[in-house]
């Protein structure tokens, strides 16, 4: 081989190796962080989160269920809708409905403690019992994929306003409605609208 051959493929394998090395950089820079996998889509199910165990859980394994998706934090003025995110979860569950809550240090300060005290807290105080996913990031920076796609590609855009913001998701997956933070959970208008998705099939 000449030494022009030898230069030649030389730099041929040398782009190569550069073009993998930024495909793989650009892979980890979409992947999720705080708990999150996968790049921000428009599809709601192709998000995986972490639990508050540190399992993993994919939102795909709800295809077919009513979803609230709620921000929540534990010394927070709005921290007594646990009682009410439970209550509504206990009276529609049968039916295909779940609450899905995100942990979240962002407003305030307001949810300094571990997985671990948050669950106990959220058990003993107010005895939930709907999934409870790992504290997470829902603004910023740092902000999880699913949040990014919630306030940026759901339709119902805009940041996270403070804790306790509400996405209702149909049986489809589509986000077919937000509630602010001073909504209660069992305010008459987020029930009527709970109601009207289970009536419906997929």
């Known amino acids: 081989m000449s030494k022009r051959t030898r230069t030649g493929t030389a730099a041929v394998l040398t782009a190569a190796a550069l073009g993998m090395l930024i495909a793989v950089n650009t892979a980890s820079a979409v992947n999720g962080s705080q708990g999150g996998k996968k790049a921000m889509s428009n599809d709601i199910y192709t998000y995986t989160m972490k639990l508050n165990d540190g399992s993993e859980k994919s939102l795909a394994d709800y295809e077919g269920k009513v979803l609230l998706i709620v921000n929540t934090a534990s010394e927070c003025g709005f921290t007594p809708q646990y009682k009410a995110l439970e209550a509504l979860y206990e009276k529609y569950k049968d039916r295909g409905f779940e609450v899905l809550a995100f942990p979240a240090n962002n407003f305030g300060g307001q949810e300094p ?6 669950k106990t807290f959220c058990t003993t105080k107010y005895s939930v019992t709907f999934p409870l996913f790992a504290k997470t990031s829902v603004k910023g920076a740092d902000i999880n994929p699913l949040y990014a796609y919630l306030t940026g590609m759901s339709g119902f855009d ?4 403070w804790n ?7 049986r489809s997956g ?3 409605a937000r509630f ?14 709970v109601e009207a998705l289970l009536a419906q099939k997929v």
Do not use: H, Y
């Open 174 to 176: 589509k986000v077919v």
């Open 164 to 170: 306790f913001n509400k996405f209702l998701v149909d």
């Open 113 to 118: 403690g571990t997985d671990a005290q948050i």
């Open 180 to 193: 602010d933070s001073k909504v209660d959970p069992m305010d008459d208008a987020l029930v009527r609208k």
């Open 158 to 161: 805009g940041e996270i306003t």
